[in-house]
DNA sequence: TAGATTGTTAATCGATTAACAATC
DNA sequence: TAGATTGTTAATCGATTAACAATC
């Protein structure tokens, strides 16, 4: 990708390197896996015995682990309210990002229910779809709104994220409002990659992918 | 030392070089794409062409493709129809493997009423779900059955692929009932890491990482 | 042919793994 | 202290990118 606008270069001083996506993909994996322990009476973890319930290698864990800024004691390892609290930290889930929903079908309406996100730094204010059956409010009292009240909501709130759950069909004229906006990080689950102008960013969730390297999966045990 | 000059037009999985998974998550990406290309007045296309539309390295674009054994002409690129086929071929979407769904709630009913997997490789035939007003049928006549006619199913259609979409609670025990039936791959969508035995896959499909990956990415703009 | 594009081999880059010093 | 574990620097490995030959 070619360099092109200048002007916001004043974040650019590298303060930190850069956060290996494979990590960032972790992080989660071990803050699920730590809060599952319960209550031990150890208050403290080493890296070998994460690498060993996770099946990864110590040296990982903990480079991983280091890049959230915790810090470990020789011979006894993390302690893991502080190791929770600072994968929390790193990954801003203790500051959500309040979120826009498009499409209240079955995948909006699962997305909208789940209230694991606000513990994953997501916060989803509520839902548009241009069904008028499926207006007024989900169980969990989120409201469904006509897809007309978008862009008010949007500028209202000062909302930056969406997430599209909307039909293949929709989905660029979607990402069109959603730019047209202010939106500026869009969590795509339709099934087609969508083009946004180049200050928004786009997260994919493409089932297909991870459908074609589960299949691989099989065929290589099973073949 | 280089072998394996054996030029066989069907790629098989199991035998030669393993995929890169990076490649394998690209190759429904250019499927989807070329099939939206719509009916254009040119059969072929370049990888110049497609790693434009894509933002990726036409030499990417390039390998990932010889992956599936397509072979393109110079100066000419890939026939378009061709090109579908062969991704369509390597990734078995024309064979698909069928599956049984547990949990109908709202992320279980948006994967057994998305009609799309069949042609991404998999054929969910019915949920299982406790629930007993859940049961029934789906709107796409899929059926809803009670949580205990899942071994009976799984044994007299010889499934192996089960599909997780159950609450975090349960996901453990219905990974136990899926391993001791005879499944051999699980796609988990419960937001908890399942322990299974040695031969049975698991590709876990994480949210909470991918929203780990969108907010850093925000964060480094936004900051 | 000339030129564009494919296919392949080599180089680079980034993530993982190994080696080892620091430390409680 | 002795020993286990962390933190850091070096080596390895795999994917991406570059260079270039083959070919239509």
Redesign the pocket.
């Known amino acids: 990708l070619e360099v092109n606008v200048e002007n916001s270069s004043s974040a650019k001083s590298g303060d930190s390197a850069?956060i290996?996506?494979?990590?960032l993909r972790r992080l989660p994996v071990y803050h699920q896996y730590l809060k599952n322990l319960g209550p031990t009476k150890y208050s403290a973890?080493?890296?070998?015995q994460i690498a060993q319930d996770l099946r990864?290698?110590?040296?990982?864990v903990?480079?991983d682990?280091?890049c959230t800024g915790?810090?470990?004691?020789?011979?006894?390892?993390?302690d893991v309210g502080a190791l929770l609290g600072s994968i929390e930290d790193f990954l801003g889930w203790n500051n959500p990002n309040e979120a826009l929903l498009f499409g209240a079908g079955h995948l909006g309406m699962a997305l909208l229910m789940y209230e694991g996100f606000r513990n994953y730094g997501l916060d989803i204010v509520a839902a548009v779809d241009p069904d008028h059956q499926k207006q007024g409010s989900a169980p969990n009292d989120k409201k469904i709104l006509p897809l007309e009240k978008a862009a008010g909501l949007i500028r209202r709130m000062h909302l930056k994220l969406a997430v599209l759950a909307v039909p293949e069909a929709a989905a660029q004229k979607t990402a069109d409002l959603c730019a047209a906006c202010g939106i500026k990080a869009i969590w795509n689950f339709a099934p087609v990659k969508i083009s946004v102008p180049p200050d928004v960013i786009v997260q994919h969730e493409n089932l297909a992918s991870s459908l074609a390297v589960l299949s691989k999966k099989i065929g290589r045990t099973a073949a």
């Open positions: 850069p290996p996506e494979p990590t973890i080493s890296c070998t990864l290698t110590p040296i990982q903990r480079k682990l280091a915790i810090v470990g004691k020789p011979k006894t390892g993390y």
